[in-house]
């Protein structure tokens, strides 16, 4: 992968059904993530995704990028810049995941990308980047 | 109720031992998508190299965050929980958790910081087998946010 490519975008969802399953599955209970009354009860304008379900999206793009082997990636790391918000429909919230190899490749044997997830335009996830072993 | 600066350095008591399964690992790539077969079908991650099921990249979070969890209600920290908000997570692996790991986490915190009203808090969790092979270090930053 040649430095500065810009990588094929992809999207990934959130419903209600993906953060209760998620919930469940990671042993993060905050209604914030699954109650409608309690996310707005403080202040949040809707339930939200839990930041590590958006984290995982950005590791499923990674993966495709390791030819679908999750041990490839070595190093991932996120900022969490906005919130996701997830509407009470049957779409629920569009993630759109970007990314780049990035322009510094220090080791020859891993390929460093850069990624980005935004929802409707707006960064969710910042300073992403993903280290992932050569196959 | 500020923070305290002086649990920078802190080091908490090693968890209890956590063992991974092929049961919690596919529970969790079915909760965030993940297809690959490398999850859930030990067949084919033996053919990939790997001892058993592997786990997604976030997987550790799972693990790790027990311990920070620990850490962030020791209530001589001072952190109101209920205004915090996760800013930052990574992840190193040294190799991908698989199935039959037996694992237990050590959280040190790091860092505390002054960001204007904020106060972030970064935490180390190092997950190590019980036969002391490192697995992966998770570093978690919550920011507490200030009175506006």
Redesign the interface.
């Known amino acids: 992968m040649t430095p500065g490519t810009q990588l094929e975008p992809k999207t990934y969802r959130a419903t209600r059904l993906d953060l209760v399953k998620y919930a469940g599955a990671s042993g993060d209970f905050n209604p914030i993530h699954t109650n409608e009354r309690i996310a707005k009860s403080v202040g949040l304008p809707n339930v939200i995704a839990h930041g590590m379900y958006t984290m995982a999206q950005a590791g499923r793009y990674a993966t495709e990028l390791a030819d679908g082997d999750p041990g490839r990636i070595t190093e991932f790391s996120v900022r969490f810049s906005a919130m996701v918000v997830v509407p009470d429909d049957d779409d629920g919230a569009t993630i759109e995941v970007c990314g780049a190899v990035a322009a510094e490749q220090p080791d020859p044997d891993h390929v460093v990308v850069e990624i980005t997830a935004r929802q409707d335009g707006t960064k969710v996830l910042s300073r992403t980047r993903a280290v992932i072993r050569q196959g | 109720m500020a923070i305290n600066p002086a649990y920078v350095g802190k080091a908490f008591e090693p968890s209890a031992p956590y063992e991974v399964s092929r049961v919690?690992i596919a529970?969790?790539a079915?909760?965030?998508?993940?297809q690959?077969?490398?999850?859930y079908d030990k067949e084919a991650a033996v053919k990939?190299g790997?001892p058993d099921v592997?786990?997604?990249?976030?997987f550790a979070?799972?693990i790790s965050?027990?311990g920070a969890s620990t850490a962030v209600r020791d209530p001589g920290l001072g952190l109101n929980y209920?205004m915090v908000?996760?800013?930052?997570?990574?992840?190193?692996?040294g190799?991908?958790l698989h199935a039959g790991d037996v694992v237990v986490t050590q959280t040190t915190i790091e860092r505390i910081r002054s960001i204007g009203k904020h106060t972030s808090i970064t935490m180390r969790t190092e997950i190590t087998t019980t036969d002391g092979e490192h697995v992966c270090t998770a570093?978690n930053t919550l920011v507490e946010r200030g009175e506006l």
């Not at chain 2, 908000?85 to 692996?93: A, D, I, L, P």
């Open positions: 919690k529970e969790f079915t909760a965030i998508g993940e690959s077969p490398l999850c990939a790997y592997i786990a997604p990249p976030t979070i799972v965050s027990a209920a908000v996760h800013g930052e997570q990574s992840f190193t692996h190799r991908p570093r």
